[in-house]
Structure formats: C-alpha cells, structure tokens
T-cell receptor, first 113, second 113 residues
Framework: DAGVTQSPTHLIKTRGQQVTLRCSPKSGHDTVSWYQQALGQGPQFIFQYYEEEERQRGNFPDRFSGHQFPNYSSELNVNALLLGDSALYLC????????????FGPGTRLTVL | RKEVEQDPGPFNVPEGATVAFNCTYSNSASQSFFWYRQDCRKEPKLLMSVYSSGNEDGRFTAQLNRASQYISLLIRDSKLSDSATYLCVVNMGSGGSNYKLTFGKGTLLTVNP
C-alpha cells in the first residue's frame, strides 16, 4: 500500500519564477492538504482540497494556488517566487475531509535564490 | 498569543530519563489534539492523539486539560531512538468539514547514551 508520494524531492528556483509541486495521496484517501514548513518552524497550513475544490485556506497570499484532479492527486502552484518561499512543502492526505488523522508525504524542499 | 505554543527546548536527556513536553493553545473551541514526531529532514508522523481522559501508549502518556487549554506529553525510560522534534498539533476548525490543523513550533529532544 503506497503512502503519500510527492515530486520532485528537491527544487531550486530563482526569485520571480513559478513552481509546481505534485502530490499523490495514500490509497483510498480523497482529501489532500498542503503545508509549508520553514526551517526551525512547525508546518503551516496552506489549503485543503476535496472533490476537486479548495475547501479550507490558511493565511497565504493568492500567489499560492492549487488543484485537485479526479484521481485525487493534487498540485501546488506558487507564482512570483520570493526568497521567503524557501521551505519544505508537505502534502498530507486523509480518508475524508474532517478526518482527524492525516498522513504526510516526504515533502519537496524548495530553495529560492 | 500564539495559536499553539510549545516549550522552546531543546531538551538533552540521558537514556532512561523521563521527559515532559508542554503545550498551550489559544482557541477554546478546538476539537482535537495530537502529538506528532518529526525526525530530522523527514515528514511529521502521528505519535498519538490526545483525549480528555488522558491516554497512554507504552512509554508515552498524553494529557489534555481543556479548562487550562493545556496539552502534555510524557516519555518514560527514554531511548536513543526517541531523539526527534515533537510537534503539538491542534485542530482549530469549528468541526465537521471545517478542519484546520495548527502546529506548534516543535521541541527538539536529544537522548544521549
């Protein structure tokens, strides 16, 4: 049973560029959440997708957008990258929206130069 | 006041020691509570949920005090393999499909031989 997978593992971009990160949820899960974890901080909630719609959103600017596909996989897009966007981006899936237990993927480490 | 606040740490303890982590949260309407463990440069993994009656899993005991908005985690007989960052996590959504996991900054534990 595959867990949550994310790609790519690492990514280096320059300021102003755009990036797309990808996530496949754990088998049987239909809800995907995205988190940003800066160095030395806990993960911060970006948004959650269920039934291909954004259901919840944290305190992140519109430069952060996402998408969920019919197979429940998801993408996180960040436009106009800033140095401060450098972080570990974590995807988590759950069995249903509102489920207490979330399973995290290994993350994508984004460095913005 | 931060939404979820933890002991700043780091904690350095010898093998066999008992160590306690404390956490406070700001939203009295919060519904569910968790401790996650995060190894260096890895994803967070659920350690245990925290219930009002308190719960124990082997060497780990979690307590919740809703009146004081306080959560604790006790680790007895520490092992080298317990070395990790421990994250206090609170679901600050209003319930049902409104779900917002809020993480503390984490407390680093190092167990020394």
């Amino acid at each position: 049973d595959a867990g949550v997978t994310q790609s790519p593992t690492h990514l280096i971009k320059t300021r102003g560029q755009q990036v797309t990160l990808r996530c496949s949820p754990k088998s049987g899960h239909d809800t995907v959440s995205w988190y940003q974890q800066a160095l030395g901080q806990g993960p911060q909630f970006i948004f959650q997708y269920y039934e291909e719609e954004e259901r919840q959103r944290g305190n992140f600017p519109d430069r952060f957008s996402g998408h969920q596909f019919p197979n429940y996989s998801s993408e996180l897009n960040v436009n106009a990258l800033l140095l401060g966007d450098s972080a570990l981006y974590l995807c988590a899936s759950s069995l249903f929206v509102g489920a207490d237990t979330q399973y995290f993927g290994p993350g994508t480490r984004l460095t913005v130069l | 006041r931060k939404e979820v606040e933890q002991d700043p740490g780091p904690f350095n303890v010898p093998e066999g020691a008992t160590v306690a982590f404390n956490c406070t949260y700001s939203n009295s309407a919060s519904q569910s509570f968790f401790w996650y463990r995060q190894d260096c440069r890895k994803e967070p993994k659920l350690l245990m949920s925290v219930y009002s009656s308190g719960n124990e899993d082997g060497r780990f005991t979690a307590q919740l005090n809703r009146a004081s908005q306080y959560i604790s985690l006790l680790i007895r007989d520490s092992k080298l393999s317990d070395s990790a960052t421990y994250l206090c996590v609170v679901n600050m959504g209003s319930g049902g499909s409104n779900y917002k996991l809020t993480f503390g900054k984490g407390t680093l534990l190092t167990v020394n031989p």
